[in-house]
């Protein structure tokens, strides 16, 4: 099993930062990829970022250049720098950790970008 608690969400003008994490507990050495997703009100949730047990990373093309998905192996915890936030970015933001057979989800976050 892996417990993941994410932390970091809030109200946000456009253009301003936030930085969100997600701490990972339990078998993490059973952990190959890491990422976040969003839902939007009304949307289907989608993938914002995801990083791999080596580095690797992807991004949305809405958020390539904006977001930066990085961990940190001693804390056992990935980041998502969002910079230049847009309100359509307003979404509940959950963290993800995939091993071979199984997905797991943190409880998700609410970020709302909003002047």
């Known amino acids: 099993q892996v417990q993941l608690v994410e932390s970091g969400g809030g109200l946000v003008q456009p253009g301003g930062s936030l930085r969100l994490s997600c701490a990972a507990s339990g078998s993490i050495y059973r952990i190959n990829v890491r990422g976040w997703y969003r839902r939007a009100a009304g949307k289907q949730r989608e993938l914002v970022a995801g990083i791999t047990s080596g580095g690797t990373t992807n991004y949305a093309d809405s958020v390539k250049g904006r977001f930066t998905i990085s961990r940190d192996n001693a804390k056992n915890t990935v980041y998502l720098q969002m910079n230049s936030l847009k309100p359509e970015d307003t979404a509940v933001y959950y963290c993800?950790?995939?091993?071979?057979?199984?997905?797991?989800w943190g409880q998700g976050t609410q970020v709302t970008v909003s002047s």
């Open positions: 993800n950790a995939d091993t071979v057979v199984q997905s797991y």
